[in-house]
């Protein structure tokens, strides 16, 4: 079965299975692989710490699956899908895409959650493509926090140390860096908003 086939009938709630996939898909891109696995690995933890707290609702399963397919747009057989859709196109952007993807198969909510992490509302603006609205749901802010705080190679870094890595990877010209530019008191806020949630003492049953 290609893989074309294999995206149309994986399951897309199942964290088990999704790492499988990822592993397999991305296995000839290793760092790609282990940021994908770093950043699930990152979000399902602070998804745990969160749900000490009764004014936090955050679901340990949707979050680790949203966070494995938040890179999903990558892949080129999503771009081939898309094309075989009719209500929807290949951007070349792979959040928009990844996003897309996810509506096709059905799962609007996983696709709400992945489309506006990191910088993808940026740079979806400064390429010309359709506006995107950033998800306030703990869940997406979740994503974007440890997306933005994990490096290439999966270690987890400072937004700051982010930035200054993509500077020099992409070229402070890039249209990557220029959109985290754009992006970076709406990001910074959320980080703040997270961090102060996993500041705040934990309440146990007295």
Not at 134 to 157: E, H, K, L, R
Not at 174 to 198: C, G, V
């Amino acid at each position: 079965m290609n893989r074309a086939n294999i995206l149309m009938q994986l399951r897309l709630k199942e964290p088990v299975v999704l790492r499988e996939f990822i592993r397999s898909a991305f296995q000839h891109e290793p760092l790609r692989c282990e940021h994908i696995l770093a950043v699930a690995d990152r979000a399902v933890q602070v998804c745990d710490t969160l749900l000490n707290h009764r004014h936090v609702n955050c679901c340990l399963k949707e979050t680790e699956c949203a966070a494995l397919l938040h890179d999903i747009g990558y892949l080129p057989e999503i771009s081939t899908l898309l094309e075989q859709a009719t209500e929807y196109h290949p951007t070349g952007w792979h959040p928009v895409d990844g996003a897309n993807f996810l509506r096709y198969r059905g799962e609007h909510r996983l696709a709400t959650l992945i489309e506006g992490h990191g910088h993808s509302p940026e740079v979806s603006k400064l390429r010309g493509l359709a506006p995107i609205t950033v998800s306030n749901d703990i869940v997406a802010m979740i994503i974007t926090y440890c997306d933005v705080q994990t490096d290439p190679n999966g270690i987890p870094v400072s937004y700051m140390e982010r930035l200054n890595e993509i500077g020099q990877r992409k070229g402070l010209e890039s249209q990557e860096y220029k959109a985290h530019l754009l992006a970076r008191n709406r990001i910074e806020t959320i980080i703040s908003k997270i961090d102060q949630l996993l500041a705040v003492p934990i309440l146990t049953a007295t």
